[in-house]
C-alpha cells in the first residue's frame, strides 16, 4: 500500500471533527473488558484461539517513579524506596512461570518491552536478575535481531545503566523528553537539563542501540508556540530516528497529581493546534515520515519501512512492526493480547500482589472477540495504520458482502467525503491529506460499542 506523507491542515474541519474518541490501540477497546468474565475462560479461550507457532511480543510494566510528573497518567507507584522493587519483581517472577506454562511452548521472542513507570528505577543487577527470568521462562533471542526496548528517564540513567542494557539484550531506547523549557518542566515537576538528555542519546549511540525514540508533550502549562518550536529545533538536531509527540489531556479528577497543574497555566486551544500545525510542518521538513497518530519516524526506520510495505500494525504498545505476535503482558495493569482474548492484570499494586500469590495470575478483567470484532479491528487497523483499505481484501478475508455488511457505516462515511477527509472509489477507502490527523475520528464510524454521531468523555480528545 502506499503512503504519502502529506498533510493539509484544515482548521474547520478540525474544530468541527475533535470530538472525544480512541486511540485504537486495541479493538474492542479497554472500556469494554469485563471483570465479570472469569479468568479461566479467558486463559482457555486464549490457549485455544492462538497459533502455538507464532512468534510472541513480551511487555513487562515496572511501575516505580522516584519523582511524579504531574501530567502523567501512566499506573505507577512513587517512591523513593529502592527496597521496594525486589518484593514486586519477586511476584512478577511468579506470574511469569505461570505466563510461560500457558503460552511460551518454546516460541520465538521477537518483540521485547519494559515500560512504566520508570524501567530504569530498578538496579543493574536487577535488571539482569529480570532480564535472566525472562530468558529461563522464554525463548529470547540471542542474535540481537528482535525489536527489544525500554522506556528511560534521562534522570535515571547513567552510562554504566545504558552499558547494562544493551549487555542484556536491549537494542532500542525511548526517552522521556516532553519540554526543554525550564518554565514547563518546573511546571510539571520534571526539571531535565538538555545536557542529560543529550548524554544518554549519545551513549546509546555509542553502545549501538539501533534505534532512538524521543516523547514530547504538546499543551503543558506556559507552553508557547515559540518555546515548543525552539524545543522542536533542538531535538531535531539530535536526530532521533523516532518521534511521538503526544497531545496533554487535563483530567484532574480522573489523574490525582494533575491537581497540581493550574488550568489558567496551560495553552488555549487556539495556541494547542498552532503547536501541533508547527510541530509536523517542522518535522516533515526536516525529513520525518508522519505514520500517524502523534507519531514520526525516519524515512529508513522499521516503522516507516513497513507502513510503506502495507505491513504496519498496532497494539497496547501502539504502532508496530509485529503483527503475528501474540502479546503475553506481565505485571500490575498490563494488557495481553492473545489469541481471541484480551485481558488486564489488577491496576492496583497490592491487589495484584495477592492475586498473584493467591492464584500465580493477576487478571482481573477481559474480553474474548467475536467474527464481528475481528472484522471490525480488521477494517480500523488498516486505516488507523495505513489510511487506506480495499474492501475486497476484507470482504475475502472474512466471506462477507462488505458494502451490505458495513451499508449503515458506508452511508456514514458519505459525510467524510463531502468535507474531503474521505475519497472512495471503485475497491479502495482512501483518507485524504486533510483527514489524517482525524484519522481516529474516521474509525470510529466503524466502531460498534460507540453510538454513532456521539463522542464520549471517557476517551481523550482526537486533537
Known amino acids: 500500500m502506499s503512503s504519502s506523507n502529506r498533510i493539509q491542515w ?16 486495541s479493538y474492542p477497546t479497554a472500556l469494554q473488558f469485563d471483570p465479570e468474565l472469569s479468568a479461566a475462560a479467558l486463559v482457555d479461550r486464549a490457549q485455544g484461539s492462538t497459533i502455538k507457532e507464532s512468534p510472541l511480543s513480551l511487555y513487562v510494566h515496572i511501575p516505580f517513579c522516584e519523582h511524579v510528573c504531574y501530567y502523567c497518567a501512566c499506573n505507577k ?3 523513593r524506596r529502592r527496597d521496594k522493587a525486589q518484593p514486586y519483581l519477586d511476584v512478577l517472577y511468579r506470574e511469569m512461570e505461570q505466563l510461560s506454562n500457558w503460552y511460551s511452548s518454546d516460541r520465538q521472542v521477537n518483540q521485547l518491552h519494559w515500560g512504566g513507570g520508570t524501567p530504569t528505577f530498578i538496579a543493574d543487577d536487577q535488571m539482569r536478575e529480570l532480564m535472566g527470568e525472562l530468558r529461563r521462562n522464554f525463548n ?17 540513567a547513567q552510562d554504566t545503566t545504558l552499558a547494562v542494557l544493551r549487555e542484556i539484550g536491549f537494542n532500542r531506547v525511548s526517552l522521556g523528553v516532553q519540554d526543554l523549557d525550564a ?23 555509542e553502545l549501538g542501540f539501533k534505534s532512538i525514540n524521543m516523547d ?4 503543558l502549562p506556559h507552553q508557547t508556540l515559540s518555546g515548543f518550536n525552539a524545543t522542536l529545533e533542538t531535538v531535531i538536531g539530535m536526530s532521533p530516528d523516532r518521534l ?13 497529581s494533575q491537581r497540581h497543574i493550574k488550568a489558567e497555566d496551560l495553552p488555549s486551544p487556539e495556541t494547542k493546534l498552532q503547536i501541533l500545525q508547527s510541530t509536523i510542518e517542522r518535522l516533515l521538513d526536516a525529513g520525518y515520515v508522519y505514520i500517524g497518530m502523534d507519531h514520526f519516524a525516519k524515512p529508513d526506520d522499521e516503522l516507516a519501512l513497513a507502513q510503506a510495505n502495507g505491513q504496519l500494525h498496532r497494539n497496547f504498545q501502539g504502532y508496530t512492526t509485529h503483527s503475528d505476535c501474540d502479546l503475553v503482558a506481565m505485571g500490575v495493569s498490563a494488557i495481553s493480547q492473545i ?17 498473584v500469590e493467591d492464584h500465580r495470575h493477576a487478571i482481573r478483567r477481559g474480553v474474548t472477540l467475536n467474527q464481528d470484532d475481528h472484522i471490525r479491528r480488521s477494517v480500523i487497523t488498516q486505516l488507523i495504520c495505513h489510511f487506506e483499505l480495499v474492501p475486497s481484501r476484507i470482504a475475502q478475508q472474512y466471506a462477507i458482502d462488505f458494502e451490505q455488511y458495513f451499508k449503515a457505516e458506508l452511508d456514514d462515511l458519505k459525510t467524510f467525503t463531502a468535507d474531503g477527509l474521505v475519497e472512495i472509489e471503485h475497491d479502495l477507502i482512501r483518507v485524504t491529506p486533510a483527514g489524517r490527523l482525524l484519522i481516529r475520528r474516521i474509525c470510529m464510524a466503524f466502531d460498534a460499542y ?14
Do not use: C, M
Open 10 to 25: 484544515d482548521i474547520d474541519l478540525i474544530r468541527r471533527y475533535d470530538l472525544s474518541g480512541p486511540r485504537y490501540t
Open 77 to 79: 507507584v512513587i517512591t
Open 140 to 156: 529470547l533471542r540471542d542474535d540481537d535481531q528482535g525489536d527489544y526496548s525500554i522506556e528511560i528517564d534521562p534522570r535515571e
Open 183 to 205: 518554565k514547563v518542566q518546573e511546571a510539571v515537576n520534571r526539571i531535565q537539563p538538555i545536557e542529560q538528555t543529550r548524554r544518554v542519546l549519545e551513549t546509546s549511540r
Open 216 to 219: 514530547l508533550i504538546y499543551g
Open 244 to 256: 511521538s509527540v503526544f497531545n496533554y489531556a487535563h483530567l484532574p479528577d480522573r489523574f490525582r
Open 339 to 355: 489469541g481471541d482474548v484480551y485481558y488486564q492484570n489488577e491496576h492496583d499494586i497490592n491487589a495484584y500482589t495477592q492475586a
Open 450 to 463: 460507540i453510538p454513532r454521531e456521539q463522542a464520549t468523555a471517557r476517551y481523550s480528545r482526537i486533537i
